[in-house]
């Protein structure tokens, strides 16, 4: 069976492809989404999901002046998770806003607060350039310590009143969703994609395809299953991811439902270190992780990548 595509559902050209609602705005920070969730209006009450990578303070300080008036910081910031494209700009955000309350889930908060490394990436799962050079993305710990708190059990933030925030993991222990019943509006984060996030060619054209998490940083590609599968059951007709255009339509769970009934053929790696044993961890951080395998051949595809690009970027402009 062929795999389905996103030609039949809608995408938001009103405003931006990346808009998930009227009240629930994105937009595309380097290769990462951000979302801003409030009605636009100077004054307004709002709420950012993800700080985007560590170059995309400025976009984000603009776009909340723009949108929201200027002195205006949001209510709350709320992270999918901790990975460097998702919470980057956080530190820069919280020197220019002041005192913001930020929200993390419990298990995300050892890679928050300085108590413990990501799993390194794992290139060896191949499917593209991001693949290939994902050895080179930084793991180590932010240090937010007591500015970061722990998402309620119950999964609902006072800032937030019409939202429950869900545990999705498998692209990191701690990874978020967020989902509101009366519109079904979801904000995936990275538990599934409408990119191929692998593929620098997908990254850089937004070729629509809907993916499981990006592969490189999955640890436990069972929970990112459940994950996906806890999703779909939420019928959502809208949803923003942190890669690839927002999406709309009635047949998005059904596509969820595709994706979920594939998972196994289309998106786990044929091979890799965390494919048949997953990363294990609790609330202090990493506990185990299988051993690592050599990536010597994937240093080098990826160099080759680099300077391949580099080349075709300095022969455009001299044609110019």
Sequence with gaps: MERQTLENLTTREERSPYDVAEDVRGIKNGFVNIYF??????????????????????????????WFGDDNPPRAI???????????????????????????HPLELPFLQGKSHYPPP??????????????????????????????????????????????TPGHSPGHVSLFRESDRSLVAGDAFTNTDQNSAFAVMTQKQELHGPPAYFTIDWEAAKRSIQELAA???????????????????????????????????????????????????????????????????LSIGVIVGTVMLLLGSKRKK
């Design 37 to 66: 969730i409030g009605e636009s209006q100077p004054g307004g009450k709002w709420v950012l999901i993800d700080t985007g990578t560590p170059s995309g303070a400025d976009q984000i300080l603009k776009k909340a002046r723009e």
């Design 78 to 104: 709320v992270l999918t998770h901790g990975h460097f494209d998702h919470a980057g700009s956080l530190e820069a955000l919280l020197k220019a806003w002041g005192t913001v309350p930020v929200y993390a």
């Design 122 to 167: 794992d290139p060896s799962v191949g499917g593209g350039a991001m693949a290939y050079m994902s050895w080179m993305f930084p793991t180590a710990p932010f240090n937010f310590g007591d500015r970061i708190r722990p998402v309620p059990a119950d999964g609902l933030i006072p800032e937030l009143p019409d939202w429950k925030v869900i545990h």
């Design 234 to 300: 939420l019928n959502p007709t809208s949803a923003g991811t942190g890669h690839g255009k927002a999406i709309q339509g009635i047949q998005l769970p059904q596509l969820l439902e595709d994706l979920v009934l594939h998972f196994e053929s289309r998106e786990v790696p044929k091979g890799g270190r965390y494919v048949k044993q997953p990363v294990h961890s609790n609330e202090e951080g990493i506990v185990d992780m299988p051993a690592p395998i050599s990536y010597h051949v994937t240093r080098i």
